[in-house]
């Protein structure tokens, strides 16, 4: 069965540094795609960032990166020079890519709710 | 384009009580899904459809049924509420484009739902 796993319920970093919200994942089907998206405390969903199981370079998407070790299963987002602006909770989500019943289906993580402190 | 719009945004509902919440998207997306958050949590998903006609369960069916007549539109109701179904309720739906970035998913505005 699907699991995405966030450990990290809360995260604060200082302006312009870096910060580092884990996640790591679970299934047996070997196409899948892992996203991250950005809710801030008004609610809606942004997506930010995607990786695809075959793909063989880390996503990148301007401050954001993807740092995706396949065999660890894990899929941890980087962002650089934070902003105060990227306080929000932070969501891992994968989606199955496979023939197999569950194609289609999406799991999020329970989320990392980011401070950042000025 | 309006993307995805979930009716109403707001509804309380007296235990027992039944209601319909209304997803449409205008993309011209295959996959369509309902899910629910609860204060401080992630996202629940309680049941999806991969094409117009199917549905399939997700990790929190129960009290829950969705039906998706036509393509645009993914209809989520409840029979009986209860006092637990309270949540904000998303849509959200994505294209299938093999296995690319263009599978993100996009969400409606949410739907809070208060149960008595």
């Known amino acids: 069965a699907q699991k995405i796993t966030q450990t990290q319920p809360g995260m604060f970093v200082q302006e312009k540094e870096a910060v580092t919200l884990d996640c790591t994942y679970d299934t047996s089907d070997q196409s899948y795609g892992l996203f991250w998206y950005k809710q801030p405390s008004s609610g809606e969903m942004i997506f930010l960032i995607y990786?695809?199981?075959?793909?063989?370079q880390n996503a990148t998407e301007g401050r954001y990166s993807l740092n995706f070790q396949k065999a660890r299963k894990s899929a941890n987002l980087v962002i650089s020079a934070s902003q105060l602006g990227d306080s929000a909770m932070y969501f891992c989500a994968m989606r199955e890519f496979g023939t197999n019943t569950n194609a289609g289906k999406s799991t999020f993580g329970d989320g990392t709710t980011l401070t950042v402190k000025p | 384009n309006a993307g995805v719009t979930q009716t109403p945004k707001f509804r309380v509902l007296k235990t027992g009580q039944s209601m319909t919440l209304l997803c449409a998207q205008d993309m011209n997306h295959e996959y369509m899904y309902w899910y629910r958050q609860d204060p401080g949590m992630g996202l629940r998903l309680i049941h999806y459809s991969v094409g117009e006609g199917t549905t399939a369960k997700g990790e929190v069916p129960d009290g829950y049924n969705v039906s998706r007549l036509k393509k645009q539109n993914f209809l989520l109701g409840l029979e009986s509420a209860a006092p637990s179904q309270t949540s904000v309720y998303f849509c959200a739906s994505s294209s299938l484009r093999g296995r690319s970035s263009y599978n993100e998913q996009f969400f409606g505005p949410g739907t809070r739902l208060t149960v008595l």
């Open positions: 990786q695809g199981s075959y793909d063989e």
